[in-house]
DNA sequence: TGTCCTGGTTGCCAAATGGCAAGAAATGGC
DNA sequence: GCCATTTCTTGCCATTTGGCAACCAGGACA
């Protein structure tokens, strides 16, 4: 629990979280530990929230043309939840699959809320979780608009360096917005210009 | 401010929340309005809270090249704000801007931090404010990925379609992902099969 | 009424990306 | 080490989108 001890301190920077509170937080997680390509969560249930401590996870869902589309990768310390099923109590449209084998601290819906309400570090801390992610999302848009396939791959390389060791070309490819045969030749131009 | 009382009611669900607690909201907000054109929010300026009650308003940026950006469009009904700036109380990299007259009530971000804090009815209210625009965002990134400007463009229309009494071709072109040239090839697409 | 200005459209061609099928490389099981 | 399977790459051509410049239409205004 100390890792998660330490991801609450580092993100509550505007307050300071005495050791109780802390205590009481981790109090409401429990240890999970997920091998390669276990689901931490599937369509149709209710996401929970979990601090991923060490591993690798992707999101995914298909589109109505039943194309498997990936929406997110997660690496290690980082909270992994979808947010409109753990905060509006419904069924999950994504699926979260660990890549690699994972390890962190999970807590419930409800437990979630609870805190929520009952202790301002835990909603500082959640509410800043909340914020990263949509930041993160923002980008991500604005990248779709404004940059080609090519630069947002240059730049998931150097935000996140590890999906290379992790990922499969086609999932990286749907993350992108494109397929693996463009991803293939944009790599290959990629490595020539690095030569 | 019954039309933001209203809304608040409206939006909290899970709850109820009292008329004593409602006026205590609102207590924190100030009408406010904006002619055509007026600035919500310049860059380098810290977002606010803004319940917009009539009217139409973009968020827009500007990319590297110097090119804006069109990065949301707000109806009337819905809270106006950037996250990043309101949250994280940093400079906001984007601009926010009245395309019609709008009406609607202001609230500060000590003002939104402090009712956060103080009021559950306040926190479950945010939180779900700010949980419809993070999944929002998360629709769009999807629709960016795996459909076609021309679908996203049917979808815009389909759920927002005062955007097209309001807004310019080129600010929706860019909010698509698109130049304002392939905007009017696929209107012009559009109308052919509507005939 | 004529002129300027802005926003929207079009034609032409270039660049980026997709689709499909075949081939090459990597991986896993035995 | 060998085969089967999956993943990745490539070639060929179609489609989508972009870039630029010209053009058109409507409103503002002298």
């Known amino acids: 629990m100390q890792k998660l001890i330490e991801f609450i301190k580092a993100n509550t920077p505007n307050i300071m979280v005495s050791q109780k509170a802390l205590e009481k937080i981790v109090d409401h997680f429990e240890e ?7 689901y ?47 905060i509006l109590d419904i069924p999950s449209t994504e699926y979260i699959e660990a890549i690699t084998e994972c390890k962190g601290y999970l807590a419930s819906c409800e437990s979630i809320n609870k805190l929520f309400h009952a202790m301002p570090e835990f909603r500082e801390f959640s509410r800043m979780m909340m914020v990263r992610e949509f930041v993160a999302y923002k980008e991500r848009t604005l990248s779709m608009i404004n940059k080609s396939a090519e630069e947002r791959y240059r730049e998931l390389l150097r935000n996140n360096m590890e999906v290379l060791q992790h990922a499969q070309m086609k999932h990286i490819a749907s993350y992108l917005g494109i397929t693996d045969t463009s991803l293939s030749r944009i790599r290959r131009n990629f490595l020539k210009k690095a030569c």
């Open 32 to 38: 999970r530990i997920l091998g390669k390509n276990d």
């Open 40 to 86: 931490l969560l599937k369509a149709g249930r209710n996401s929970s929230y979990f601090y991923l401590a060490d591993g690798f996870m992707r999101a995914f869902t298909y589109d109505f043309h039943g194309n498997e589309v990936t929406t997110y990768f997660y690496p290690k310390d980082r909270v992994v939840f979808e947010i409109a099923s753990l």
